[in-house]
């Protein structure tokens, strides 16, 4: 569907515009974020499958599927606080050459979000006068003065499970609490075992035996919130 997309984008006569390669595989990266996003996720693809263009170009759709591509494009203005901050902090120059070997890398290692690369691109050119003066250059083996309770979901596609595990073998004391789950951070989808764990980590420093893996309480692909499967007893303040 997407290389289709590539050579041939769906048009849309009712506002004149296209439904583009970068535009889909743009939502679909965002979507992954939010489980509770990917019911519409998926009629979405349905309908680029099905080249439906009366329902891409509605106006709610449309709008939804252009922000999503715009916010990836090289030209667009929606990242440049992220690029500031990313490039600032890295303080390194590079050509084309340099950033290709990393690029094809990350497109070997995934069909959706290999495009992010182009943020690499962005930084190999950034001015040198704009590089952040306070830095941290050190290490992070360090101990803190009580140990760290880290999270993290099993399938996040932005900060890996493996990534996590690694922050917390740096990490003296700390602990590493999994979370069977899709979506970024633990708090994409409800899992009452999650939330007592941090309750606990918060209210009085206890930290959850190593190994300790949470089960979300809702299903995939259901209407079911926080406030469907939390015990009244366990809202904020009580």
């Known amino acids: 569907m997407l290389d289709e997309l590539k050579f041939n984008p769906i048009p849309i006569p009712s506002n004149g515009g ?32 099905t080249r439906n263009a009366t329902v891409l170009g509605s106006s709610e759709v449309y709008s939804t599927v252009k922000s999503y591509g715009l916010s990836a494009s090289l030209t667009s203005s929606s990242n440049e606080v992220e690029s500031g901050i990313r490039c600032s902090d890295k303080a390194a120059s590079a050509s084309m050459s340099d950033v290709l070997p990393y690029s094809n890398v990350r497109a070997s290692l995934s069909r959706i979000a290999s495009d992010g690369a182009n943020t690499d691109m ?30 993290s979901n ?17 990490f003296e004391g700390s602990v590493l609490l999994e979370q069977n789950g899709y ?47 939390w015990p009244k007893s366990f809202q904020a303040g009580l």
């Not at 296209?18 to 309908?47: C, F, G, R």
């Not at 075992?193 to 035996?209: H, I």
């Not at 949470?214 to 469907?228: G, K, Q, S, W």
Request: proline share 6%.
């Open 183 to 229: 979506g970024h951070t633990t708090l994409s989808v409800p899992s009452l075992c999650t939330a007592k764990v941090v309750r606990a980590y918060f209210s009085n420093g206890t930290l959850p035996a190593e190994g300790t893996i949470c089960e979300i309480d809702v299903p995939l692909f259901t209407n079911l919130t926080y406030a469907d499967v």
């Open 18 to 49: 296209i439904i583009t390669y970068t535009d889909v595989k743009s939502t679909i990266k965002e979507a992954l974020y939010a489980p509770n996003s990917w019911p519409l996720t998926s009629e979405l693809i349905y309908y680029v499958q």
């Open 122 to 151: 962005r930084c190999a050119q950034w001015n040198k006068k704009m590089y952040a003066k306070e830095r941290y250059t050190g290490d992070f083996d360090v101990k803190t003065p009580h140990p760290v309770l880290v999270l």
């Open 154 to 170: 099993r399938y996040d596609s932005s900060t890996p499970l493996a990534a996590a595990k690694n922050l917390t073998a740096t």
